[in-house]
């Protein structure tokens, strides 16, 4: 399985970006996809996650303004992120596996997001 993240950025706070992450290999129906984030200095944080069954979760930070989605069709993960602020920059790398081992089997390389 290989994931690939594009679609970060640098944009000015309160603009938008929609981040999007490739899939190819086998994914199984089963495996939840999320997105996580890590800034300078700290540690990687989970951002989003989207199950099997549609479900979704979301950090407290980012309520109300990123939306996970999933395209079953072109095996792609989205995070649509609005509003953005400061704090949200950081390395936003995505992630496919069983809930199991909290969606973290497979990861990306990441894609920059910066925000000021």
């Known amino acids: 399985v290989q994931l690939v993240e594009s679609g970060g950025g640098s944009v000015q706070a309160g603009g938008s970006l929609r981040l999007s992450c490739a899939a190819s290999g086998y994914i199984f129906n089963t495996y939840c996809m999320g997105w996580f984030r890590q800034a300078p200095g700290k540690e990687r944080e989970r951002v989003a996650s989207?199950?099997?069954?549609?479900?979704?979760m979301y950090a407290d930070s980012v309520k109300g303004r990123f939306t996970i989605s999933r395209d079953w069709a072109k095996n792609t993960l989205y995070l649509q992120m609005n509003n953005l602020k400061p704090e949200d920059t950081a390395m936003y790398y995505c992630a496919a596996g069983f809930p199991s081992v909290g969606c973290t089997r497979y990861w990306g390389q990441g894609t920059q997001v910066t925000v000021s």
């Open positions: 989207i199950y099997s069954t549609g479900d979704t």
